[in-house]
């Protein structure tokens, strides 16, 4: 199995910060990251694919990148609502595996 | 607006087998371009893929739950479902349904909200 894993576990940061979260898979996965966000209580939201396209509706202050095995996520001008958790997914090979998460608190 | 629902037992006793549904609406569990996942998260295991199927009855699970589980669709009534059989505490966890359109990456763009199921007796 690909082992995933993130970077940091969690980060406090203000409205309009920019930050960034890394991934980072035990091999190879062909650019096929995909990023989510989980807020409590509700569905997962798919928010990038393939690395860097963003989902249809995901505002352009996320943005991906990478390849090989190191990813990361951006959000900059952090808005309050971009508190949750966001974890990162290998796309390419079974079984699907998902980093730890990385929680994110608006200060 | 695609919604997917899961329901079913929050708690199952072990060694019996859990059940979950996940009603599907705003997309057709019939069509051919998607496929129809359960991921389960626990506080040891975080986030695990469980298995897919597909509309044709084809399903792909996770190698470490494969002697375990079942999946299969229903399409009269839009929706899915899984058996996991003979549980113990460690299958204790939110269960999540969720679908996805293969565009190159294996990828799930919408999610139900979760279930928590707990094995106990």
């Known amino acids: 199995d690909i082992q995933m894993t993130q970077s940091p576990s969690s980060v406090s940061a203000s409205v309009g910060d920019r930050i960034t979260i890394t991934c980072r898979a035990s091999q190879a996965v062909s650019g096929y990251l995909t990023w989510y966000q989980h807020k409590p209580g509700k569905a997962p939201k798919l928010l990038i694919y393939?690395?860097?396209i963003l989902q249809d509706g995901v505002p352009a202050r996320f943005s991906g990148s990478g390849s090989g095995t190191d990813f990361t996520l951006t959000i900059t001008n952090l808005q309050p609502d971009d508190f949750g958790t966001y974890f990162c997914q290998q796309a390419t090979s079974i079984p699907f595996t998902f980093g730890p998460g990385t929680r994110v608190d608006i200060k | 607006q695609v919604h997917l629902q899961e329901s079913g037992p929050g708690l199952v006793k072990p060694s019996e087998t859990l059940s979950l549904t996940c009603s599907v609406s705003g997309r057709s569990v019939s069509s051919g371009n998607y496929y129809w996942s359960w991921i389960r998260q626990s506080a040891e295991k975080g986030l695990e893929w469980i298995g897919r199927v597909y509309t044709t009855g084809s399903t792909q699970y996770n190698p470490s739950l494969e002697s375990r589980v079942f999946m299969s669709v229903d399409t009269s009534n839009n929706q899915f479902s899984l058996k996991l059989t003979s549980v113990t505490a460690t299958d204790t966890a939110v269960y999540y349904c969720?679908?996805?359109?293969?565009?190159?990456?294996?990828?799930?763009?919408?999610w139900g909200q979760g279930t928590l199921v707990t094995v106990s007796s």
């Open positions: 393939s690395t860097s």
């Open positions: 969720a679908s996805g359109q293969y565009s190159g990456s294996w990828d799930f763009d919408n």
